[in-house]
């Protein structure tokens, strides 16, 4: 499978032009902290969720700030007034090298890539916002790069800080339902295929347009694409499955201990128009069936961006509010969300909780900042759980973009079965942006 390709040299060119050198790749681990000693953080993206997370390691040193759009990033800039301002993550990390220890990276799925890569090269902790990458090819890098480099990671599903997610891993976990052989999981609504622009008005004076695209093929500016509609496009976004996959999936992939798929399918052939070059679905159902392995026997894991409700019916089970989850075992289900879960046994019973053996979590962020800092592993780590699990995830949008299932080889790294799906597994990155394999 043919990896996209350019040197390093190449890809930092811009830096050296505007900063007068480039870095080189000579930082050999990340420098972890001492416990009481506060870490030197570096934000790309500082807008919207990025707002949420300067929040989230504000306790710490944060000496520089990096965004597109100054109008977005104009209340952070001004609280932060000591810290180095950017447009350019490149110039920020070749400039700063030696000031920063970790970086936090909230830009749009795909310009996740690039800082992460170049962070976690240098030596850098990172703090990347789900799902983690824009495709499978470049997850699968950064997932490699974080165990290579061995620097804490954090992917930012903070609702796996939630005690109620704890509560639904433990009582999967203690066998009340027996074994489980499928789950179920899903977000509603219909967001998707937003209007094709026709007008392209000039790009605004507090945005710059060219870094905001980065390593995607150049367009003209259109507020259908940014500052939030990206996350439907497919050159920018991940669709809803992008945007929600990696916080519900959470659920069983924790509860699991699921890691890479053997076979990605559909539950739900789409119509060739609704299959579209651009723009990311209004609803999709897809599938992805797991071998048997340590937590879990042989199970199908169903993704849907649709309703649940006739799947809840005909398990005969009345979910709670907010529910997105079933599992299904040969004793029982269990519904759940990110706050809590229901078990209905097939015998009508009324199990008692199952002890609590998940530790309360210090913050979702703290975790990372604790890493960081020679404590131990995040709970939402690229290397052996995030990784895999975004992964999945885009692998589900793959089988939909695909028209048609496939079977993967997680370990080759290999598609086989359908032969449309390795031009959606590659980032098409445009000139100036293409990397090697680490």
């Known amino acids: 499978m043919k990896r996209p390709s350019e040197s390093r040299r190449d890809f930092l060119k811009t830096s050296a032009v505007l900063s007068g050198g480039y870095w080189l790749g000579s930082t050999p681990a990340a420098r972890a902290a001492s416990p009481n000693e506060k870490l030197n953080v570096a934000c790309i993206g500082v807008g919207?969720?990025?707002?949420?997370?300067?929040?989230?390691?504000?306790?710490?040193?944060i000496v520089a700030m990096c965004d597109v759009d100054e109008a977005k990033a104009g209340k952070r800039f001004e609280q932060f007034d000591k810290a180095r301002k950017f447009q350019d993550f490149r110039v920020?990390?070749?400039?700063?090298?030696?000031?920063?220890?970790?970086?936090?990276?909230?830009?749009?799925?795909?310009?996740?890539?690039?800082?992460?890569?170049?962070?976690?090269?240098?030596?850098?902790?990172v703090y990347c916002e789900k799902p983690l990458a824009h495709t499978v090819w470049e997850t699968r890098e950064l997932t490699k790069i974080a165990r290579k480099m061995d620097v804490a990671t954090q992917l930012g599903n903070q609702r796996h800080a939630n005690e109620g997610m704890a509560r639904t891993v433990e009582a999967v976990r203690s066998g009340v339902i027996g074994e489980v052989t499928e789950v179920y999981c899903a977000v509603g609504g219909?967001?998707?295929?937003?209007?094709?622009p026709t007008e392209f008005p000039p790009v605004p004076s507090h945005l710059n347009w060219d870094l905001w695209q980065?390593?995607?093929?150049?367009?003209?500016?259109?507020p259908e694409y940014c500052p939030y509609k990206w996350r439907f496009w497919w050159d920018y976004g991940t669709g809803e499955t992008g945007n929600w996959g990696c916080h519900i999936l959470d659920i069983p992939f924790w509860a699991l201990q699921l890691k890479y798929p053997n076979r990605v399918d559909l539950d739900e052939v789409p119509s060739p128009d609704q299959i579209d070059p651009q723009r990311t679905p209004k609803?999709?159902?897809?599938?992805?069936?797991?071998?048997?392995?340590?937590?879990?026997?042989?199970?199908?894991?169903h993704w849907w961006h649709a309703s649940l409700g006739d799947v809840f019916k005909q398990h005969k089970t009345v979910p709670e509010k907010g529910d997105n989850t079933l599992f299904v075992g040969t004793k029982g289900t269990i519904t759940a969300g990110f706050n809590g879960y229901k078990v209905t046994l097939n015998d009508g019973g009324h199990p008692e909780a199952p002890e609590k053996t998940i530790a309360k979590s210090p913050g979702f962020h703290q975790e990372w900042i604790n890493a960081c800092k020679g404590g131990p592993r995040s709970t939402c780590d690229f290397v052996?759980?995030?990784?895999?699990?975004?992964?999945?995830?885009?692998?589900?949008?793959?089988?939909?973009?695909?028209?048609?299932?496939?079977?993967?080889?997680?370990?080759?790294?290999?598609a086989s079965g359908n032969d449309n799906v390795e031009q959606y597994l590659m980032p098409n990155f445009r000139k100036g942006w293409k990397v090697d394999a680490v």
């Open 48 to 61: 919207g969720r990025g707002s949420a997370n300067v929040s989230g390691v504000d306790g710490e040193n």
């Open 92 to 125: 920020m990390l070749d400039q700063l090298d030696k000031q920063i220890d970790a970086v936090v990276i909230s830009t749009p799925d795909h310009t996740h890539f690039h800082p992460a890569r170049q962070a976690m090269l240098m030596g850098k902790h």
């Open 190 to 196: 219909s967001r998707g295929m937003p209007p094709v």
């Open 214 to 222: 980065g390593p995607a093929q150049e367009r003209p500016y259109s």
């Open 283 to 301: 609803s999709m159902k897809t599938r992805l069936e797991f071998p048997a392995e340590k937590g879990h026997g042989a199970l199908t894991l």
């Open 384 to 414: 052996d759980y995030t990784g895999p699990l975004a992964e999945s995830v885009l692998l589900a949008n793959t089988a939909f973009r695909a028209g048609g299932g496939f079977d993967w080889d997680a370990k080759a790294f290999k």
